[in-house]
């Protein structure tokens, strides 16, 4: 442990602060997923998916509740699609800073 005990306590409490802020929050993705197919809904919805999708675990949660056969249908879906968006998305950043860096 580097230094002072109470900065890591800190750090722990505030981490555990966050996995519950995250619980909370991927209990509400079905919800935001329909959602976001409702075109009067869908910009409010999208805005809160880019930003539950910034947080730590959000992928592999996203691609259980796909895989759930559980679900509603419209949520896996949807689901799906953000899904792919999410990784293009992702894919061609890391493409783009990695043709910068070795241009470099």
């Not at 890591?8 to 619980?23: A, F, G, P, V, W």
């Not at 419209?74 to 493409?95: C, D, F, M, P, Q």
């Amino acid at each position: 442990m580097k230094g002072p005990w109470w900065k890591y306590k800190c750090d722990k409490q505030e981490q555990t602060n966050r996995t519950r802020l995250s619980k909370t929050a991927m209990a509400d993705l079905p919800a935001l997923l329909l959602a976001s197919l409702n075109p009067e809904s869908r910009k409010q919805a999208e805005q809160n998916l880019n930003a539950l999708g910034l947080q730590h675990g959000f992928l592999s949660h996203l691609l259980r509740l796909v895989l759930d056969p559980a679900q509603d249908h419209a949520v896996r879906l949807s689901g799906s699609i953000y899904l792919k968006n999410i990784t293009k998305h992702r894919w061609e950043e890391a493409s783009f800073q990695y043709s910068s860096n070795s241009q470099s």
